[in-house]
């Protein structure tokens, strides 16, 4: 049994059915007839990076020890003078696979022989497993396209995965191939433009050479083959600078990439850039929580609840419980509880349930809000606010808004990270339908353990859908 996983970063469910629907992608068609195509939840932060955890290991990204793409360790345990904050866009990238707790496994690790292409996560990996380190020109091009803008450049770095993707199948039990031009060139061009479209296309190209080449061993009927994303998109018409609002609110800010601040009150790490975590009282070394925060804390979520690119502000009340708060639809607060999960309306319904949820399961979270604009909302706001990592706030953006401008090399025409719809919703097709519907991507992880037969260790959040 071989499993393939090919990632197309940054492909919203909808968007990708209604691409086979136009007769634009065939090979992804045919897989949609004789396999399955299913809606599934990403993570919240919905982020590259984040959103990968759940693919290679399983588990929600915040209880291992990645809230966000950018965050501050107010416990300074990990990160160093004199920032000690963490971006992984850029060098620091090189700290994935250290700051992951180490007691949660990663398929690379379980399964020997796997390979990778354009993975953030690469523990387990040998070097010459991870296969774009065998192409170091592919990641200049990659940390290039970032920093220039030249998003385009990534289509060449895609066709580079595609080789390694189809070279690899059939010839290692698992392939883990990501796909990066799609989500690069929804941030420059929009979701829904031609350059979008090629970058899928490069995708289908890749699903049909892998099938011809295992149809001709007779290798095809025992390939698990999945294509799915970390996370979807949205438009975006308009930007927040949050660090310079904070600072307009009479804070000194730390942020990226203008982190040595000496004396800074507040940290501000947006990541996607539809979500942010914010951390205030800096000098503390323990999370204050909602009850332990300074007046000048308080004061500030206040006013940044006021703000129209604030669609959810987050604050975590305890290990436990988390406040949800909404300018427009009120106060209400998520708890988890021995594994149960609930939503308490307070003066209003900010996840718009339209009800109070009280001691429901993961699965039944997940189903009670499966037809909400925030699927999934219970179980992963609870999972993150529980993390220790995560901020003292952590924001949602509204729709068509994001957290940051003056500092991305190319102006974001549309955007991800948020616990909306458009964000945490990604399509996961299948060559032979699943025997159990899937409901988030961190299924794949244990599912593909189970089809290579091996054991699926204990802890996972995901459960096998074969």
């Not at 952590?394 to 955007?415: G, K, N």
Request: with cysteine; hydrophobic share 40%; charged share 25%.
């Amino acid at each position: 049994m071989n499993v393939i996983v090919l990632l197309a970063d940054g492909a919203r469910a909808d968007w990708l059915a209604s691409a086979m629907d136009s007769g634009a992608v065939p090979a992804l068609t045919r897989l949609r007839a004789e396999g399955a195509l299913h809606d599934i939840t990403t993570v919240f932060p919905s982020v590259t990076g984040p959103a990968y955890v759940p693919l290679l290991m399983g588990r929600f990204p915040g209880a291992v020890g990645m809230p966000g793409l950018r965050w501050y360790d107010r416990a300074r345990d990990i990160c160093t003078w004199p920032d000690y904050s963490r971006s992984y866009v850029g060098y620091q990238m090189m700290f994935v696979d250290r700051d992951l707790d180490p007691r949660a496994p990663t398929i690379f690790e379980l399964v020997p022989g796997s390979v990778g292409a354009l993975s953030v996560i690469t523990r387990g990996l040998t070097r010459e497993r991870r296969l774009m380190a065998l192409v170091p020109r592919t990641a200049l091009r990659a940390t290039l396209t970032h920093y220039f803008g030249a998003a385009t450049a990534m289509l060449a770095v895609d066709r580079e995965v595609a080789a390694q993707a189809i070279a690899h199948a059939g010839e290692t039990p698992y392939v883990f191939a990501a796909f990066a031009a799609l989500d690069k060139l929804s941030h420059a061009k929009g979701h829904e433009s031609p350059e979008v479209r090629t970058a899928l296309s490069i995708v289908d190209d890749t699903v049909a050479a892998i099938r011809q080449k295992l149809e001709r061993r007779n290798e095809w009927n025992r390939t698990r083959l999945w294509i799915t994303s970390d996370h979807g998109h949205s438009r975006v018409t308009a930007h927040e600078d949050l660090d310079r609002v904070v600072r307009d609110l009479g804070h000194r800010v730390m942020a990226h990439p203008w982190v040595y601040r000496s004396g800074a009150e507040v940290a501000v790490m947006v990541c996607g850039n539809s979500m942010a975590h914010i951390y205030v009282d800096l000098a503390r070394r323990e999370r204050p929580f909602a009850g332990g925060m300074s007046a000048s804390a308080r004061s500030l979520i206040t006013r940044l609840l006021e703000r129209p690119s604030v669609d959810l502000m987050l604050v975590p009340e305890s290990d436990t419980a988390c406040a949800v708060l909404s300018a427009t639809r009120g106060r209400a607060t998520v708890s988890r509880r021995d594994g149960k999960y609930s939503y308490t309306r307070g003066d209003g319904d900010p996840l718009q349930t339209g009800g109070d949820l009280r001691g429901l399961s993961a699965n039944a979270a997940h189903d009670a809000a499966a037809t909400t604009p925030y699927p999934d909302a219970l179980v992963q706001i609870a999972e993150l606010a529980a993390a220790k990592r995560s901020g003292d706030v952590i924001l949602s953006a509204a729709p068509d808004w994001d957290f940051r401008l003056r500092y991305e090399p190319m102006p974001h025409v549309s955007s991800h990270g948020s616990l909306r719809r458009e964000h945490m919703m990604v399509p996961l097709l299948t060559n032979i339908a699943p025997k159990r519907t899937p409901r988030r991507t961190t299924d794949l992880m244990p599912s593909a353990l189970t089809a290579l037969g091996v054991p699926v260790p204990p802890g996972l959040d995901g459960e096998s859908f074969e």
